[in-house]
């Protein structure tokens, strides 16, 4: 029966050297350490270390001791300073348990003992998190002193999209928990507000610890704590900086499923209406019949004639939206638009005149209320 811990010592440098090269494949921040000889030699140093130290503790079962998690957070610290990005830290952790596990599961090939098989790959497991939250928490306090608040936060909500198994550590960094579940929203301005977009972002983070980032073109995600603040507030806030109008779309999601809530939402704020002070933090539920004809070219061309026709009323279209708004109620309407009922009356009326639809009318209610939604979503 062969030694498997003798057997992974014996290979610690080739193994090594091949993760070396595998970085500087893989990911574009270790090429370039891997250029400059000093980098690339303390690279192989590191890497040589980690797999003889793994196999010295796992021998006698022992966890990593505070000494060998101090160093490797130095590490951690060291790619900050050199200016690695969350990505590449978040990368090449994944990389390096990938490389390690092979490698057992590689020699283990070589011999029959299950039992040092079993140790290994149980140790690795358990300590594999211990030393995965020392090297990020070293990163993290590193690039603290040197990233803008701004780019951390991003680095939070990138994480938290893509799922990562750092996100927890960068929460901490930034002071703040992951949570089970988010509302995602996706707010969509005419264009990215300039030397604001950092300035929203982290006020958002500041105020209602919303992690943020923008997306091109002028489109903003934000992952709200499900039941915390009021959405509402925090969008409102948000257009506000941002200049509005901006269309805003929402959608539920556990942490784990990050990137499908957020699609969702993107697809909600794509037919939702642009306002300056939103009245909603619109979901499925408000959208869903413009949802369902979003993509249909012929109906959408249909709705786009009705607004043309529209627009040869007085302000036929703010008329219709408070109109149905407002359950159809006249006298609320008229109120909230500042006119007498008579006058909302002859506007109803003109409507029926250029559309053949009575507003009134289940019909009308379903086709206008579309062509309303229509007209409301377009830039202006």
């Given amino acids: 029966m062969s030694d498997l811990f003798g057997l992974l010592e014996k290979r610690a ?3 090594a050297r091949a993760e070396v090269v595998a970085y500087a494949r893989e990911i574009p921040d270790y090429r370039r350490e891997a250029a400059d000889p000093r980098g690339h030699a303390a690279m192989l140093d590191y890497a040589i270390w980690m797999r003889r130290h793994t196999v010295e503790m796992t021998r006698g079962d022992d966890p990593l001791g505070e000494s060998a998690l101090a160093f490797i957070g130095e590490i951690g610290r060291e790619r900050a300073s050199n200016g690695f990005s969350t990505r590449a830290a978040e990368s090449v952790l994944v990389l390096h348990a990938n490389l390690m596990l092979h490698e057992i599961h590689d020699a283990a ?12 790959t149980a140790w690795f497991g358990a300590q594999g998190l211990r030393g995965t939250a020392a090297y990020m928490r070293g990163y993290l306090d590193e690039q603290a002193l040197r990233v803008k608040l701004a780019q951390r936060i991003r680095n939070l909500a990138e994480s938290l999209l893509a799922n990562a198994a750092t996100a927890a550590e960068i929460a ?30 982290e006020l958002a983070f500041k105020q209602h610890a919303v992690p943020a980032l923008w997306r091109e073109p002028g489109e903003l995600v934000a992952l709200l704590p499900a039941g915390r603040d009021e959405p509402l507030t925090v969008v409102r806030a948000i257009v506000e900086l941002a200049g509005g109008p901006c269309a805003v779309g929402a959608a539920p ?24 002070v939103p009245r909603a933090v619109y979901g499925i539920p408000e ?72 507003p009134g009318s289940v019909r009308g209610i379903r086709i206008l209320s579309s062509a309303v939604a229509r007209a409301l979503r377009e830039p202006g």
């Fill in 172 to 201: 901490r960094s930034l002071g703040v928990t992951v949570h089970e579940e988010y509302v995602a929203v996706v707010v969509r301005c005419p264009e990215k507000p300039g030397e604001l977009a950092d300035e929203i972002v």
């Fill in 253 to 276: 999601g556990r942490s784990t499923a990050l990137a499908e809530a957020v699609a969702v939402a993107t697809r909600v704020a794509q037919v939702a209406p642009r306002e300056r």
């Fill in 13 to 15: 440098e080739a193994n």
């Fill in 109 to 120: 090939g070589d011999g029959e003992d299950l039992n040092q098989l079993l140790q290994l």
């Fill in 287 to 358: 959208v869903f019949v413009e949802l369902g004809v979003a993509h249909v070219p012929e109906v959408d061309e249909w709705l786009g004639d009705l607004v043309r026709r529209l627009a040869n009323g007085p302000d036929l279209v703010a008329t219709l939206d408070l109109y149905y708004r407002n359950d159809m109620n006249r006298l609320t309407t008229a109120l909230a638009l500042h006119i007498h009922p008579r006058t909302l009356d002859y506007r109803l009326g003109r409507v029926r005149e250029l559309t053949g639809v009575d």
